[in-house]
């Protein structure tokens, strides 16, 4: 029985963990198995807990506005370590006009202030390899 | 009429309207009653022992005897973006359009004691709050202000005592002396713990720093309130109206409790004390929640703590209106809300208030609409009449039993944090965190669920531009303070650097109070990095280790 | 195959990988652990068990830190339960050991007990075994809980340490009773709490009353593990008991039982599943109930006649 994992981190120096924290308990609640690692992570933490827990979504919340800098570090930390597979998702104060280049980076899908978690949910239901 | 009379006219109206109603209304989860009378105040209502008057205990109708009708609250709003040059600029603007206090957002790496060149800076200089990093930086901030004009708020925590070095360092240099200087420093690491986030030191000599501060400041700065006590963020991170109050009380009890166990008389400090609450969407319980909060203060002070002044039992706070209520659908909505929210702090007596921008949902507010955010206090304070009478909501059957219902949860709260060991064992438990965790979980999933309404979210949808005009930080700021603290570096005495870093670590692994200390070391122009790393050195760093 | 040669070759994402084929019974997970097996049999193996909330993550995080110091490769399986409700989890031990993210000579990996307890004690063991084979000097397996389940996990280790803290009230003398047996060493986290001399007066008398420990007396160590006091004596009471095995040829002795137990547990799982497939799965089986209901024939000659022909 093949279970979907979910890394919830906070990359960057943001310690608003509210809708990282309500997101992990909202998937841990649609049946996902949730590795939630907290706040004030680096990219190469993230990636290397990623790897050891062979996890199939890395869903990552910032707030401060870093995400330009931070999510696509992340995303190439994955790939350097062999992990092409993982769907990679953001969420947090995102302006519209930054999306596409996330997108392009790699960032699967960005959710922004609003979503609601079964929206989440069915994303990565319909995504995840 | 006499009470019974009441009673008996009440069960006749409920009677009457049960009958009548032949469906389930629409809001059917409701937490109020459909309608308050003089019987949920109970027959022994006593006015003098609940309310009292405004200025005198237990200061539920406000602090201060005039309130608004003497001077209205100091409009202040939070503001900080990219460099110290860029943020002046906006500090002259919000002066010089009638703002009457400033109050100053700094950057994460700042907030965490990281100078702006460290890996751990990554991404973040300049984002959420102004780049820090010496003092250098800070006479920039404050240029062409003067500091025994104004007072200055800084939401500062951790490093609190090194910005609040820095801001006294800056007036020495412009001629004032400590003294004069008025403002508040955040110092709230209790919260930061909980709900926040911008944590360094592990919590014992977190404490001994706040200890620091407010024994200093008695002494050297007595004006400067040394700490506020912050529910802000405990509502921002979910919890109820009840919880941010009884949460944040409890660790002010536990701020008093480590200065007092420090060899400080409570009456010499605690009318330094501050809070800082959140003005959320409901109006009326906010309101109530204001009041409460100002009860259970002044019992826990005269009661619990022997305090002999008036001050020291007066819970005096600065308001911001909610920001996780704004949202990115509909932004001009938020206009809307703020206003509310503002009559919310407004008629729950708040001493400062600061709006939020209809678009901080999205990015940091431009000047356009830090504009409309100021501008809607000063509605509220020259146009609404909320201003012109004392605590005008006092005597609501309404109101006046919601704030019962908030100080009854308030006091439960207490007791069950005083049962567990206070508020730091309570935070290292993980009991605060649970229980705001699982209030945010179950707001999001009324949201979900239909049970509870956001307009533009979850009803009222349209379908929208993407907003335009978002104020943008600049990426080159990370370079702009890497080569400001390279110069800083070239042309400060570093022999002079390195032996105040030497002297505060050796008074870091002793007992002496570290302010002289950190003010020597901002003197010598040490950056914030140098300072936090050499009391990192020392302290160690503090993990979260909660989980939900 | 070639996940086994990378995982050989220390690939830390081949040792992931092959984790979660056990994990999540893959096709090719029996032939991972065959290759793997003459690969094992190296790692020294550390079962660490307790109450919720004794700190045991944060303890292991230490110890891990502790071992490295003395140049040892660590592997660490942390287990967490599944929600009976939703069957996700949330495994959260991860959060106290980001630290060690940083070091290539540690690998953490979470699993979820995924509401089967018995599975998950043989999925264990092979995470371990693949930590051994991927060459770890010495593998942690934490897990939360003190129900049986959870202790037959720690009892594979060649060395279990059960983690206790003060003011649990009533809560020892509920676990005393599955988990004295299993310790070899006791330590009491977070021991500048008060009741910290009361409950190692407690312990001592349990021990006392315990004849199993014969010729090995468990150490109570006291830890503060948040500050990381108290660690170094921990590995080196971890050490000496390792030490006590290998002079009295205990090692050898448990090792042996381990396999045993293991391969009892294979059997019977095997067993079990040809048993559900190939007879009660079966309408033939079906018809056989429906007349013990109607009491035309009785179950134990049924049984008899079953067990006859599984095992001919």
């Given amino acids: ?129 | 009429m006499a009470f019974e009379e009441i009673k008996a006219g009440l069960e006749k109206y409920t009677a009457g309207v049960e009958a009548k109603l032949d469906k389930a209304p629409e809001r059917a989860n409701l937490a109020p009653n459909r309608l308050y009378t003089p019987v949920d105040l109970g027959e022994g209502f006593d006015y003098v022992e609940k309310l009292g008057f405004p200025g005198e205990y237990p200061f539920t109708r406000g602090v201060q005897p005039t309130m608004y009708r003497g001077r209205f609250w100091t409009m202040r709003m939070y503001a900080g973006f990219s460099t110290a040059e860029e943020s002046n600029k906006r500090y002259r603007y919000l002066l010089a359009n009638g703002g009457s206090g400033l109050s100053c957002a700094f950057d994460l790496p700042t907030q965490i004691g990281y100078d702006s060149t460290d890996a751990m800076s990554e991404g973040e200089v300049g984002k959420v709050g102004v780049a820090i990093d010496s003092l250098a930086d800070m006479e920039i901030l404050f240029d062409g202000i003067s500091l025994d004009k104004v007072s200055t708020s800084m939401t500062i925590n951790a490093p609190a005592s090194v910005l609040l070095a820095m801001y006294i360092a800056v007036a020495e240099k412009q001629g004032v002396s400590a003294d004069k200087l008025r403002g508040t420093i955040q110092n709230d690491i209790l919260k930061e713990y909980a709900a926040r986030g911008t944590y360094i030191f592990p919590p014992a000599p977190s404490m001994r720093l706040i200890t620091n501060i407010f024994e200093y400041c008695s002494k050297n700065v007595p004006l400067w309130n040394t700490i506020s006590i912050s529910g802000y963020h405990i509502r921002e991170a979910g919890s109820t109206a009840s919880q941010e109050i009884a949460f944040t009380i409890a660790d002010g009890i536990a701020y008093v409790e480590a200065a007092i166990k420090a060899g400080l008389d409570v009456d010499a400090f605690a009318g330094r004390l501050s809070f800082f609450w959140n003005a959320h969407n409901n109006v009326l319980e906010e309101v109530a929640k204001f009041r409460a909060s100002r009860r259970v203060w002044a019992k826990v002070m005269k009661e619990r703590f022997g305090a002999k002044k008036a001050k020291s039992m007066m819970l005096r706070v600065h308001t911001q209106t909610a920001g996780s209520m704004l949202t990115a659908q509909q932004p001009n909505n938020n206009i809307v809300r703020v206003a509310l929210q503002t009559a919310a702090a407004v008629m729950g007596g708040t001493q400062s208030l600061h709006t939020n921008s209809k678009d901080e949902a999205l990015a940091l507010p431009t000047t356009e609409s830090v504009t409309i955010a100021l501008r809607t206090q000063q509605i509220v304070a020259y146009e609404s009449g909320l201003a012109d009478t004392v605590d005008p909501l006092g005597g609501s059957y309404y109101v006046e039993a919601l704030t019962d219902k908030i100080e009854a949860e308030a006091w439960e709260y207490i007791q069950k944090i005083d049962e567990i060991g206070g508020a730091p064992e309570a935070i290292a438990k993980g009991y605060i965190q649970k229980e705001i965790q699982d209030s945010a979980y179950k707001w999001q999933m009324d949201i979900e669920k239909g049970d509870r309404i956001i307009v533009g979210v979850n009803k009222f949808q349209q379908e929208e531009e993407p907003p335009t005009n978002l104020l943008r930080v600049d990426g080159s700021v990370g370079k702009l303070q890497a080569d400001k603290i390279a110069a800083l570096k070239a042309r400060r005495d570093n022999a002079k650097v390195e032996e105040t870093l030497a002297a505060l670590e050796k008074a870091c692994a002793g007992d002496d109070n570290l302010m002289p200390f950190i003010l020597d070391a901002v003197r010598a122009y040490a950056t914030e990095g140098e300072i936090c790393g050499v009391m990192r050195k020392v302290f160690g760093e503090y993990k979260a280790n909660i989980t939900l | 195959m070639e996940i086994v040669s990378k995982l050989l070759d220390h690939s830390r994402l081949a040792l992931s990988k092959a984790i979660t084929a056990v994990e999540n019974e893959y096709d090719d997970a029996v032939k991972i652990m065959t290759e793997i097996y003459p690969h094992t049999g190296n790692a020294y193996v550390i079962g660490i068990t307790g109450p919720p909330g004794a700190g045991k993550s944060t303890l292991t995080d230490k110890l891990a830190k502790e071992y490295r110091k003395r140049g040892k490769t660590v592997g660490i399986v942390a287990i967490d339960p599944t929600s009976p409700y939703s069957g996700g989890a949330i495994l959260g031990d991860r959060i106290r050991m980001m630290d060690l993210m940083a070091d290539e000579g540690i690998f953490v990996r979470s699993m979820a007990t995924r509401g089967s307890l018995g599975g998950l004690s043989q999925k264990a063991g092979d995470a371990v075994k693949l930590m051994d084979a991927f060459g770890m000097d010495v593998v942690i397996v934490e897990t939360v809980g003190v129900g049986q389940s959870e202790v037959d996990i720690v009892k594979t280790a060649d060395t279990t340490m059960v983690v206790v803290i003060p003011g649990m009230g009533d809560d020892i003398q509920a676990i005393k009773a599955g988990v004295l047996e299993i310790g070899d060493l006791f330590t009491i986290n977070k021991a500048d709490r008060e009741g910290t001399d009361k409950l190692n007066i407690e312990i001592e008398m349990m021990l006392e009353l315990n004849p199993e420990h014969v010729g090995w007396r468990p150490p109570i160590n006291r830890t503060i593990a948040s500050k990381g006091e108290g660690i170094e004596a921990v590995v080196d009471s971890i050490e000496a008991h390792k030490a006590y095995l290998i002079d009295t040829g205990r090692l050898a002795e448990i090792r042996k039982a381990r396999i045993k137990n293991e391969v009892t547990a294979m059997l019977n799982d095997r067993v079990n599943r040809y048993i559900d497939k190939e007879v009660v799965s079966t309408d033939a089986f079906d018809a056989l109930v429906v007349k013990m209901q109607n009491r035309e024939i009785e179950p134990y000659s049924v049984v008899d006649d079953i067990v006859g022909k599984v095992l001919k």
Avoid: C, W
Avoid at chain 1, 70 to 83: D, H, N, S, W, Y
């Fill in chain 1, 1 to 129: 029985m093949a279970n979907v994992k979910v890394l919830v981190a906070k990359p960057g120096l943001d310690g608003h963990d509210r809708g990282a924290k309500v997101v992990a308990r909202a998937l841990r609640d649609a049946g996902f198995e949730v590795i939630y690692t907290g706040i004030r992570l680096t990219p190469e933490q993230i990636a290397e807990a990623a790897l050891q827990d062979d996890v199939n979504v890395v869903a990552l919340s910032l707030l401060s506005g870093a995400h330009n800098t931070l999510f696509p570090t992340v995303v190439e930390l994955l790939k350097a370590k062999g992990l092409e597979d993982v769907l990679v998702i953001g969420g947090g104060v995102i302006p519209d006009a930054d999306i596409p280049g996330l997108k392009a980076a790699g960032i699967a899908e960005v959710f922004t202030p609003g979503t609601p978690t079964s929206n989440i949910v069915d994303f990565i239901n319909a995504n995840v390899k």
